[in-house]
């Protein structure tokens, strides 16, 4: 299958679809396919950044949370 014929059958079964979560989640993964790489690297940029600064909590810190909040 020709990369035109693929892209024809998949707007075909998009066009068909009306499950709003589903068509969101198809809109999120085709988003995220046109981030670039400096997008990207900023990310990776930011996330170096808070690690460094240590804007960071471990998994155990946010269950503690959570179960905070859910006592409120």
């Known amino acids: 299958m020709s990369t035109i014929e693929l892209k024809n059958l998949v707007i075909s079964k998009i066009s068909e679809i009306n499950d709003e979560a589903f068509l969101a989640a198809i809109n999120t993964i ?5 981030e670039s790489v400096e997008d990207y690297n900023l990310d990776l940029k930011k996330s ?5 600064h240590e804007n960071v909590a471990t998994h155990n810190q946010f269950l503690e949370k959570i179960a905070q909040w859910k006592k409120r």
């Open 48 to 52: 170096e950044d808070d690690i460094a």
């Open 30 to 34: 085709l988003d995220s396919k046109s």
